[in-house]
């Protein structure tokens, strides 16, 4: 029986370390998104437009992307358990500066050094859950992570919008700053000592892509995909409001079920990576350009906007852990570092998808959005058939 308990508490424990990091991915990324839903209040208490309050993502996702490379490479000899108790640190003492800042430049200058904070914690996170766990279970880790993205979709931003309506938009982000908190101390608790890995300094880390060309061609296949996709989910519902006359329950209602649609498909792709990771990626990347054909075609009804929004967000969940563990064959020697010029390529092509997707809403629009995500996922359909057939089976 002690032969059991100790076999089951050492099975247990990483699993507890996994969830620890999903956790955290949780609130990362809740504390980056939850201003969407906080724009008219905080801008109305802060006396500023509600353009300019929408700066509190925008530079959150700009220092995110930009930094995380060079703040990895600074930081390659720390211990990374040591390394994300900081950072959440760093995410609870910000989300408490927010709550009592007096005025907007400080509220600003903060989110800025939270999306270093969170910049770092998509380069590291996903490895690390990787390293808690034998290594034939890697891949499933790395979705759970994943699996958080949704999570925070479905559950965390219209949380933070219902305790806003219920409180006000400080008291929001001091309940945030609470759970930040809790994390930090499950992290501590649970996740054992993780020396770094494969230290990198930043010369090296920026020259990977030109050495490495099949890292190269995941990061191109990777900027290709968020363009495309954030280019036309950023405006899906005003799409789905002039094409299926939505109302509002029905825009969130949808949004819920794309949410919960990529929950599964990271889980899906938690099986399959291990045994064809090519073949899930093309499916994945084939799935995200039939969906937006589809909502091209059938989502003028409500039946058709659910369908299509359901296949949406299982293709991304596919193409999200898809592309971890492609970064991860691509440079397992240097995989952080690989990590970090992700999280830069990622975060890059979010903001330049927006933004290009703005410009098409303008001047031919929403639908020529939504032509420009099907244009560009599809461009990343065709690199990923493209590539040889010599990465290896095994992701992890």
Known sequence: MATLDTRSQSTLRPWLGVSAITASLFVFLTTELMPVGLLTPVSASLGISVGTAGLMVTLYGISAGLGVPFIVAWTRRVNRRVLLSALLAVLTLGNVV????????????????????????????????????????????????????????????????????????????????????LVLLAVVAVIPSLPSANAVPVREVFLLPLRNARLRTVLLTVVLFVLGHFGAYTFVRPYLEESASATPFFVTAVLMVYGV??????????????????????????????????????????????????????????????????????APDTFEAAMSLNTMAYNTSIAIGALAGGLFADHLGVTGVVWFGVALTAASLLLTLGTRRRAPRTAA
């Open 98 to 181: 927010t709550a009592v800042s007096p005025n907007y430049p400080l509220v600003l200058t903060t989110r800025l050094v939270m999306g270093f904070a969170s910049g770092v914690f998509w380069a590291i996170g996903v490895s690390m859950a990787m390293r808690l766990v034998p290594e034939r279970h890697a891949s499933r880790a790395a979705a759970v992570v994943m699996s958080g993205i949704s999570v925070a979709a479905v559950v965390g931003i219209p949380l933070g919008t219902v305790l806003e309506s219920l409180t006000d938009w400080r008291t929001t982000f001091l309940i945030w700053a609470g759970l930040s908190a």
């Open 261 to 330: 649609g990529g929950a599964a498909g990271n889980l899906i792709a938690g099986y399959t990576v291990n045994r064809n990771l090519r073949g899930s990626s093309v499916a994945g990347c084939a799935g995200l350009v039939a969906s937006l054909l589809s909502l091209l075609t059938i989502g003028h009804g409500q039946a058709g906007a659910i369908v299509s929004l359901a296949l949406w967000g299982v293709s991304f969940g596919v193409v999200q852990l898809c592309q971890v563990n492609m970064t991860q064959a691509a």
